[in-house]
Structure formats: C-alpha cells, structure tokens
C-alpha cells in the first residue's frame, strides 16, 4: 500500500503522518494547511466533476487559476448532508477500496463515501497516531464494552461495528464484555482482567451502552471491578445521556466508581472523516490534531465565529483524497475555547461540542451545488 | 518445519487458501481476509512465533509477501 505524495506542499503524506499528533502551533499548521488544503481543493476539482462545477459556481477556480493558496478560512466548504444526496469521489470506480456509509441521525438518508487503499491505510495510520497519544504506541489488551453480535450481525452493522473494528488495530487480544442479549459477561471480563493484570487496557464502546450496560450493570449487580491501567475511549454522542440527564461528570464519575477508571475520554468525529477523530484531553476538551482542524461559523451568514462563540463546525483535513471531504461543515454546533494553550499542554486549537443544528439551519452550499 | 512452512501454513489455516494463491493474497483481496481476519492472522502469528507486532507494523501487513519483510523485523526470517 503504497502511501501517495503531496506533491505540491513538498510533504509526502508518510512525512505528514510523521508529525507530532499535537506540536503544531496553530501559525504552523495554518500555514502548512493553507497549502495543502488548496492544492486538495484544486485535485478534486479535476478529478470529480461535479465538484469542479462547485468550484466554478462558488467563484473559487477563478482564483486557483490565478494560483492563488487559500488560507484555511478562504477553503470552500460542503454541507456533510451532500455525500447523502450524491455519489462523489475522486478516484475511477475500480480504485474504490471500500465503501463506507453512515446513517447519521436517525430517518434520514446514508451518506456514501469512497475510498481508495492509500486513503484507507493514511486513515488508519492518523488515528493510530492520534489514540497512540493517550494509550502509547504498543498493542494493547482490547474490552469491548458492546456484543460482537454487532459485528457478525449485517444488519447491525452500522456505525457501531465500525469503532468496534476501527479500535482493533490497537488491540493486541480482544473480549467483549456483553453478551448477545446485552447482559454484562462478568465472568469473561474478570478473567480477561486477571489475564492482563497490571497492563493498560483500552476499553472502547459507544457513550450510551456504556452507561447503560456496564456501568449501570455493574451498579445493580453491586459488584466492583479494578481496572487501574484502563484507558477508555467512548463516542456516539450525548443525545441520549442527556435525555436521561446524565452529564460527562457524572459518566466518568461512574465508571470510577464502579471500574476504577480514571482515564476517560470521549471523541468526536465522523465517517466523512475517518481516522482524524478529535479527542477528549485531560481538561475536557476536544483537540484538533495535526491532521484535522476545525473552524466555528455562524449559521446565519457563514462568517467565522470568535473564542467563546458557538457556531456549526467546519472539519478540514488534508488526508481526504478519493473523495472531495477535506473541507466539511457540519450539522453539530461548537464552541472554539482557545488555541494553543490549552493546560493539556497539546498545540492547537481545542473546543466543545454542544449539540446539533436545527435541520433547516444547514443549507451551506449545496444550493449552488449544480450538476 | 521451516519458517517459511510455519508462515504459510497460518495463511492456509486461517483462510481456507490453496498454497498457489499465497504469493498473490493480498488484505482484503479476499473476503476472509477482512479487518476482523487481519487481527486473528496477526495473534496466530505472535502466536507462532512468539514476537509481539506493533500497531503501525500491522497496519503495514498488506499482503502475504510484504509479511515476510515485516517479520524479519522480529528476528524471523522466512
């Protein structure tokens, strides 16, 4: 799998993975992104048509022609929504390694996208990198805090079997801790446990189950486990920990309590954009890593949010090459807190996501999506 | 058994392959060879040969050949 070249920027993509996860000052990768991103933009204009026709129709290949190098802000974005509505990719069918699709919220449509095999193993690698951060570089034992039912189970297969599989390149021996009616398999785990005593643990699984069939398991049953060198990372979202009204404090709180873990950190990320997922640091917040940024807009206009102002997210990344993904907004509303000062002492910009935008809000370009 | 008998073998066990289609099998090139079968191939073969593989050298593994390169990384020459 040999790993493709940023040609223009004069940074292979092996080097871009070679950076530090979070050293970046934010002048620094501003300034390295300015060159990829628009070199990306350009790529995709030429290779998927009906992005290039956005192009023209936003305004943007008039000023590629002139060979001018857009700064992060000056990037065209597309609503995340466009890859429901169209097959768009970069590369002719037959590269196509796989295909990922993502449901989103509920009811709606999938989102389709397309990779190739250098676009899936940079994906692979950037969230090695970035998990590598908090859990270090070697194999670790691997809890999966679901039923792998989800993973020989097709029609359940969903976004849930992908983290499960996703986090498995980290894993150096696998359990899963719930059984096929989701009850909590105390006996395996323990033993898993007393297999791996002393060692660091990654537990995975998504936000709700966990609380609802691990923690809350473990609370009625009135048993405590000691997993001291677990490292768990969760995702999925808040919607449904919130109806129940239970806050982040109150999650890491019980699995203390009940696990004895300390280190809990939850991501944020997309299928749109796999591999560069935005983890929870030590303070709270979500950090872009070196291969991802974010920028806040406001909803009304699309202009750019300031420190402390909510406003939908826009994710860019220069690792999205076989299709046009590299420059997104989102449907989640977000709050830069601050750059490169965070106390976690990574670079960069970190903030929060508090929650989704009304449907309508999210129309971004895909009126003039033309074609 | 040598090596090179002990490598093939975990292929042929583990995928249902013929010995012939070996030099070609490639990570995803058939369907047993999945995300799932990449990391029960990856234990058999820590298994086997009693190293430990790192994340970044699994995620390397992309075919029967390039293996060979990456276990002689671990002392094991096929």
Known sequence: MGAGTFREGGLSSEELIQLPAYGLKQSEKEALYGKLLTDLTREHGQKCLPYGRFLRAAGVQEKLDRGEVLTEEEIPFLPVSVFKERALRSVPQEQVFKELTSSGTSGQKTSRIFLDADTSAVQQKVLY???????????????????????????????????????????????????????????????????????????????????????????????TLSIPGGVLIHGGGWKKMADRAVTSEEFKEGLRRTAGITKVSNYYGMAEQTGCIYMECECGYYHASTWSDVLMRRPKDYSVCGAGEPGLIQVMTPIARSYPGHSLLTEDIGTLIGTDDCPCGRKGKYFTVTGRAPRAEVRGCSDTYGG | MTNLEKYDREFIKMFGVKKEELPTLKYRGIKKWDSMGHMDLMSALEERFDISISTLDVLDFTDYEKGKTILAKYGVEI
């Open chain 1, 129 to 223: 990198r970035i998990v590598s951060d908090y859990i270090g570089a070697d194999r670790v034992p691997y809890l999966v805090l679901d039923t792998e039912k989800v993973l020989k189970d097709r029609s359940l297969f969903s976004a849930r079997g992908a983290g499960i599989l996703g986090f498995s390149i980290f894993s150096s021996q696998m359990c899963f801790a719930l059984n096929e009616k989701m009850e909590l398999n105390l006996e395996e785990v323990q033993a898993f446990l007393d297999k791996n005593k002393g060692k660091t643990i990654l537990l995975f699984g998504f936000t709700f189950m966990i609380w609802e069939y691990f923690v809350r398991a473990l609370e009625k049953k009135g048993v």
